[in-house]
């Protein structure tokens, strides 16, 4: 899968030669794309390798829903304070897809989805889904006419495990959708289960919760639990092998590697079961096979 990307980086100047994520020290919006595409091949074992097709730097404040736009002068302010941001939070969405032309290039092919970069409060949300028959992906769909497509919402604060996390809600609301529309047994489930709601059953878990874990984002947890994560590698062919698991296994509590550890168990085989497709990223990358 080569799903092809538009890129807009929401990056204004807020002083004399300086955007805002270097007047603040942040991440470099462009350094951050590349290390989520080589983890996004890496932990898809080379299926997903994702195209840019056209990057844009987008030199101001997005538009909330409500018409307010950020100056630079507010918005330092506030996050100097750590208060007084703006409410509500929400971005404009159909104004940036108008704004760029988005549905058009959807509809012609050249674009698959769209990544929009931003700061803390820009109120992008980590991902969410546009056109015929949108469903919940995190965030409430927007239901416009044309094919859908996901827009993700990453902020250059946060280094690329937090970006790994947003392609993760986005698997989770994906896949839960495939299978309330499934026959038989929910695999997904299955595959999500951990040791404080399955004592003794846990499976690979979800973001937020690793088979050991018992609060979100408890992923450096050393205690050993049973676990049949690793018998999600040889999908379709599930044994029920199980072996103790610490949080050694997934990076010691590191966000990205945790993250990356949880991607590479998802299925990724040719073949389906009970009408659903044994490679798993095909429905997370491509929405519109789901229903």
């Not at 097709?53 to 538009?63: C, H, K, L, N």
């Not at 736009?69 to 971005?91: I, K, M, N």
Request: hydrophobic share 40%; aromatic share 14%; with cysteine.
């Amino acid at each position: 899968m080569t799903p092809r990307v538009l890129a807009i980086t929401f990056d204004p100047h807020v002083q004399p030669g300086r955007k805002l994520s270097q007047a603040l020290g942040w991440f470099t919006p462009r350094t951050l794309e590349q290390q989520y595409i080589d983890d996004v091949a890496e932990a898809s074992h080379g299926l997903v390798e994702y195209q840019v097709v056209e990057r844009i730097e987008a030199g101001e404040f997005p538009q909330k829903v409500d018409g307010f736009r950020y100056t630079a002068q507010a918005f330092l302010s506030a996050w100097q304070r750590r208060a007084g941001f703006h409410d509500p939070d929400g971005v404009d969405y159909r104004r940036i897809i108008q704004q760029f032309d988005i549905i058009r290039q959807v509809e012609s092919g050249r674009v698959d989805e769209v990544w929009l970069f931003g700061f803390p409060y820009a109120g992008f949300y980590e991902s969410i889904m546009v056109g015929l028959n949108a469903f919940w992906c995190n965030a409430p769909p927007i239901p416009l006419a044309c094919r859908r497509f996901v827009v993700m919402g990453f902020n250059y604060e946060r280094d690329v495990g937090c970006m790994l996390e947003d392609l993760g809600h986005r698997a989770e609301s994906i896949m839960a959708e495939v299978y309330r529309r499934a026959r038989g047994e929910n695999l997904w489930e299955r595959f999500t289960r951990y040791d404080k709601i399955a004592p003794g059953r846990a499976e690979v878990g979800n973001m937020h919760f690793a088979p050991n874990s018992v609060r979100d984002y408890d992923w450096g947890n050393p205690r050993p639990v049973l676990s049949r994560a690793d018998d999600w590698l040889d999908f379709p062919n599930l044994t029920g092998k199980s072996r103790r698991m610490t949080c050694a296994d997934w990076g010691s509590g590191d966000m990205r590697a945790h993250h990356l550890w949880w991607f590479q168990r998802l299925p990724h085989v040719e073949g389906e079961v009970r009408g659903v497709r044994n490679n798993w990223w095909e429905y997370v990358i491509e929405s519109d096979l789901v229903g």
